[in-house]
C-alpha cells in the first residue's frame, strides 16, 4: 500500500493551492480519507477528512472550515485537498492517510503517505 501526496509548494498570502493524495495496493472507495498537517514546532492535527461510505460525508477542522474542501475522485483513486485563502498558519507538512474511521484523530488511519510541504509567505 502506498499513498503519495503531490500539489505542496510556496503560495502568497490568499493564495489557493489543490493537494492530491493517490493510492497503491488500495481502493479508497473501502476506505475513510484524512488530511492531517504539522506545522514546525507543533503536533500534528487533522484537517479534514472524508468517509468511506457511499454518501461520502466530510469532516473539517474549525480553522480551515470555509476556505478547504474535500474531495474523492474514484475513476483516479485520488482525493484532494482544495485550500483557499490561505494564511501563514496553514504552513506545515500536509499528509494524507486511510483508515476505518471517519475521524480527525491519527488513531483511526492505518496508512499514511510521505507529505507534501506547504508554505505559505506573508
Known amino acids: 500500500v502506498q499513498l503519495v501526496e503531490s500539489g505542496g509548494g510556496l503560495v502568497p498570502v490568499g493564495g489557493s493551492l489543490r493537494l492530491s493524495c493517490v493510492g497503491s495496493?488500495?481502493?479508497?472507495?473501502?476506505?475513510?480519507i484524512g488530511w492531517f498537517r504539522q506545522a514546525p514546532g507543533k503536533g500534528r492535527e487533522g484537517v479534514s477528512c472524508i468517509a468511506g461510505t457511499s454518501d461520502r460525508s466530510t469532516k473539517y477542522t474549525e480553522s480551515v472550515e470555509g476556505r478547504f474542501t474535500i474531495s474523492y475522485d474514484s475513476a483516479k483513486n485520488t482525493v484532494y485537498l482544495q485550500m483557499d485563502s490561505l494564511t501563514p498558519e496553514d504552513t506545515a507538512v500536509y499528509y494524507c492517510?486511510?483508515?476505518?474511521?471517519?475521524?480527525?484523530?491519527?488513531?483511526?488511519?492505518?496508512?499514511w503517505g510521505q507529505g507534501t510541504q506547504v508554505t505559505v509567505s506573508s
Open positions: 492517510a486511510a483508515g476505518w474511521g471517519f475521524s480527525l484523530a491519527e488513531t483511526p488511519y492505518d496508512y
Open positions: 495496493g488500495i481502493t479508497f472507495d473501502d476506505y475513510a
